[in-house]
Each structure stands twice: as C-alpha cells, then as structure tokens.
C-alpha cells in the first residue's frame, strides 16, 4: 500500500519557483496497474512534478490544488477504496471515502511543508555565503546601506536598510578588493599569457577566475564561493530552447555567441594545458569550466574606469548583486573616486527601507540580456527593436550629398505601442524609417499630404512593408504547444522571448492594418472630391 511518502517534495529546482512537489505513484505499490489506469482515465501520468511560487494567481492555485488533489486522493487509495473506485475510474467523481479524503490533504499539506522548510533552509544557508561576504567586505573597508536578499525570480538582490534619496551613496568598494586584469599580472600565468598574441585582458582575467575559483589560500575564496554553480544564461541554453527560437533575433545571437566562445575555447585548449599542465591544469580548463567563466564575467562584470585613465573589465565583489532594472536606481558607477581609491555606487532616484535597489546594467535589449544575463526584465523595454537591413536608395550620380542622414542610419522598429502618433503618414513608425522609404521610392521631396499621388505610394510602401512583417511572423516557432509552467529554464525563456518578439510584429501588422485603412479611406475620399469638382 502507498504511504505519505508517495508524495515527495523537491527543491532542487529552477531559481524562479519558491519549491516543487513531486506526486509519484511507487512502483512497489501492490495496485500499481489499477492505480496507475485510474490515473491516466483522469490525464495524469505516474508521475507528477508541480512548481510553486511564492506570489501565484488564485486561478491557477485553485486548479493546481484540485489536480494534486485528484492524483494524492488515487496514489492513497486502500484495497476496499480501490475496489469500488475503479467502477468510476472514468466518471468525474472525484470522492472516496472521508478517509481516504484526509490522507490525500494531509500527505498534500505536509509535502509543501517539508518543500518550504527545506527550500527556506537552503536559501538561509546560502544566504549565510551572502554574510561572510558582506563581512569580509566592510572589513576591507566596503560601506554599505544595502543588505543581501533572495528577490522573486532573481536569485539574490540588494535591499536598502534605510530609506535612500537622490545623490545618497548606497555602497562603496575600495579599488583592492576589485577584481580586474592587475591580478593576472601578478600571477603565475601572465609569464605564459602575456606571450601570446593578441590575447586580451578579457580572455586573460576570464582563464584566471577559472583557476583562482579553486585556489583555498585565494584572497577571494569567499567571493568566489558567494557565486552560483550555474548561471543559466543563453549560452547555456538545451536543444529544446534553441528550436523554440526559431525566427528570432535570439537564435542568432544565442548562437553567435555559442560559436564565437567554442572558437575560442579551441584556439587555447587543449594547447595551454599540455605546454604548461603546471600552469593550466587539464581538469580545471574543461569546456564546461570555461563556459562557466564566460557566463560569469558576461553577467557579472562592470567596465570601470580606473584612476591612470584605463578602462578595465572588473568582478566587484558586493556590488555584483545589485540586480537590473528598466527603472534603476543606480546610473552613474563607472568611475574610480581617485581621492578615495573607491567606486562609489550614487541614488539617482529614492529608495525606501526594504524596496530593492536596482542598477542599470545599460541599454540592453531582452535578447541580449537573455543571451548574457539569463534574464529579461520586466516590463516595456524600449531597447527591444528589430534591426532592419534596408538597401540604401541608389546615390544620385553626380552628387553623393543627395543622400540624407535618415538613408544612412541603421534602421529599426519596435512595438508601436511605444509610439505616441498612430495618424496617417506615422501609423506608430519610426519616421526616419518611413522618410527613408518614401525617399527609396521617389527621391523628389516627399510631403506628407493627402494627394492621390502621394496616397498611392503611402499605399504600395504599406503594403511592402506589411509582407516583409508577415513572413516573419509566419517564420517563428510555434510555442503554443509548450506547457510554460511545467518546463524547464531555457525553454520557458525562449519561449517568452519568440512570445515577445511576436507581440512586437504583430503590434505592427496591426498598425500596417490600420495605415492601410486610413490610406485607402483617404485616397477614396480624394476620388471622390476630383470626380465632384
Ligand atoms: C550581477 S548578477 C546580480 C546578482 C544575482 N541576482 C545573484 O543572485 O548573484 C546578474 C544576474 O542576476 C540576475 N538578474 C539581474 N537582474 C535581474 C532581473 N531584473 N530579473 C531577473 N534576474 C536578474 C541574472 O541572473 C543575472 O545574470
């Protein structure tokens, strides 16, 4: 007979759900075969893993608990329970006896127990790596008015103590304890890697960390050991992911990206390793170790610019947990205070007691950000465009200055929702976008205004443009028969991203509709008119 323990719990899940519980039907329980068809007559498996999070909608709860309860109520049934159960195996009664209701609750109530308690502990004892870091960082002289927290889907983030106003310095890191390419210098390794060519401090910093993460006597052992075993960024990302992606600007960077770091990879492995296995040894200069370093420094690092002038590439211990947001209350930190051999992190807008404090990491685009951050904020990010690779119309050929700074820029759209003007000649458009067309088709000087002429080539100009859109709307992957809620990271991330980037065309299919609505109406009225006069 199935115990209480049929029903597991789990926390060794994604970073983003509080914890799991997993229902699993034993193999060992004398009525496998009866349990396990009554259980499909009702849609589930033998096993089933349920995510929570701490803030979900009631909707969803509802159902969730109604399933867990169906499948708890099944896994417990007893010999007499079963007996009669199975003659309403397919009919939707859901009840069997008052007992057998009181196992299924409590195994239920008492699995998310041990998940919680057991996903809490976990996140206290790393939250205990967060201390000793903060510690040993104001004991090298960090001042702080942030303190250390796990944040809903973000891993761990940076909360004021106090309430904090605009120019208020909300953390302060001595020059010695960052991390930048003055360390690679001092080691063993620059004898070997300042001898090859055209090597950066980048790539040389990064073959470092990777070293220096294992070092015990490592000045930065308790750094190192704040940092996570994964990093679950793009470059990270499953097969599974990447066919989910198809169509969009992701997939090309992702795998740019991918390529980009292997070619790397090869140009100084195995070769560092077995010149110098002293140096660079084989088991810590693995594939895996090094994709590990690239997603650190992408993620975590900050370019700073130091007191002699130079721009470096840096790990800064504390600040690294600052999150990102598209409404950051840090801006300006990238410069060493020369006076006080510190970089000091400054409030451009207030913070309260207990609110997160947020950086920006800079202009990024969701794709970007999942590609290096493993992330994408939420909310409206106007730095989500798609590039548009425009012939440049044909440059009159006696004067190269016919062509206008509109025909020369990179063109780009983004949801046209974020454009204010949806009239006629505008429709939510970039103008420079729509002035460098209209000028492909007719290099005279264009007007915006409503003549036949000019509403005819408004017309074919919309409607070019509205096949272009298409065809890359048809060109994504189809993520609907994914179950967002049920699968793993990479997948849910790429499938919110081709969902995003399809909000975004499709935002201006609709707005290509309405364009051509308010043109043809126009023209049709102008017909109209010249027929009347
Ligand atoms: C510099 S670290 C910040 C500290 C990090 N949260 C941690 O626990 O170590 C950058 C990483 O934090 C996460 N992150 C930063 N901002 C985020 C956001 N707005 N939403 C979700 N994750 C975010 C991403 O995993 C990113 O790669």
């Known amino acids: 007979m199935a115990t209480d323990k049929a029903l597991l719990y789990d926390t060794n899940t994604e970073t983003d759900w509080d914890c799991s519980i997993v229902l699993e039907l034993s193999e060992d329980d004398v009525f496998f075969d009866k349990k396990k068809k009554l259980l499909q007559n009702k849609g589930f498996s033998t096993k089933e893993r349920v995510y929570f999070k701490s803030s979900l909608d009631p909707k969803w709860m509802n159902t969730t608990v109604k399933a867990l309860l ?9 010999e007499v329970e079963l007996y009669f159960a199975e003659d309403n195996g397919c009919s939707p009664v859901e009840y069997y006896s008052h007992k057998n209701e009181i196992v299924a609750l409590n195994s239920i109530i008492s699995s998310i127990d041990n998940s919680i308690t057991s996903s809490l502990s976990k996140k206290n004892r790393s939250c205990d790596l967060e201390e000793d870091l903060l510690k040993w960082g104001e004991s090298n002289g960090v001042q702080t008015r942030l303190q250390i927290a796990y944040v809903q889907g973000a891993g761990r983030g940076a909360i004021a103590k106090e309430d904090l106003k605009v120019g208020d310095m909300a953390l302060e890191i001595p020059v010695s304890i960052i991390i930048s390419d003055k360390l690679v210098h001092e080691s063993d390794m620059y004898h070997v890697l300042g001898k090859i060519d055209g090597i950066s401090s980048e790539t040389m910093l990064l073959l470092w960390s990777m070293k220096e993460k294992h070092n015990c006597n490592s000045k930065f052992k308790i750094y190192f050991d704040s940092l996570p075993e994964q990093f679950n960024t793009g470059l990270s990302f499953g097969v599974e992911a990447i066919m989910n992606l198809d169509g969009t600007l992701l997939l090309e960077e992702v795998t740019q990206a991918r390529e980009h770091l292997h070619a790397q990879y090869d140009e100084l492995f195995p070769t560092l390793c077995n010149d110098h296995p002293d140096v660079f040894p084989p088991e810590l200069y693995t594939w895996e170790h090094f994709l590990w370093a690239c997603e650190l420094w992408y993620s975590n690092s900050m370019k700073i610019m130091f007191s002699d002038g130079k721009l470096r590439t840096c790990l800064i211990p504390i600040a690294g947990f600052l999150n990102h947001s598209l409404c950051p209350h840090i801006m300006q930190y ?33 794709s970007h950000l999942i590609t290096f951050y493993g992330f994408y904020p939420q909310g409206d990010n106007p730095y989500d465009v798609i590039p548009l690779d425009l012939d440049a119309p044909e440059a009159d050929s006696t004067e190269d200055t016919s062509m206008s700074d509109t025909d020369r820029i990179a063109h780009m759209v983004r949801g046209t929702w974020h454009s204010k003007n949806h009239d006629i000649f505008y429709y939510g458009l970039p103008s420079a976008l729509l002035n460098h067309l209209r000028r492909s088709r007719s290099p ?90």
């Not at 169906?70 to 007893?78: E, H, M, N, T």
């Not at 005819?456 to 993520?479: K, P, Q, S």
């Open 70 to 78: 169906q499948i708890a109520r099944i896994i417990l049934l007893d």
């Open 334 to 366: 990238g410069k060493v205070d020369t006076a006080k051999n510190s970089l000091q992190f400054h409030l451009s807008r207030p913070c309260k007691t207990g609110e997160e404090c947020f950086l920006s990491y800079g202009n990024l685009s969701s």
């Open 444 to 533: 005279v000087l264009q007007t915006k205004t409503l003549l036949q002429e000019n509403l005819t080539d408004e017309l074919e100009l919309l409607e070019d443009l509205h096949v272009i859109f298409d065809d890359m709307m048809e060109n994504f992957a189809d993520t609907d028969h994914v179950n967002r809620e049920n699968t793993s990271w990479d997948v849910k991330l790429a499938v919110d991203f081709t969902i995003l980037q399809r909000s975004i065309v499709s935002s201006i299919l609709t707005s290509f509709h309405s364009g051509i609505k308010m043109v043809k109406y126009e023209f049709d009225r102008c017909m109209a008119e010249e027929l009347r006069g």
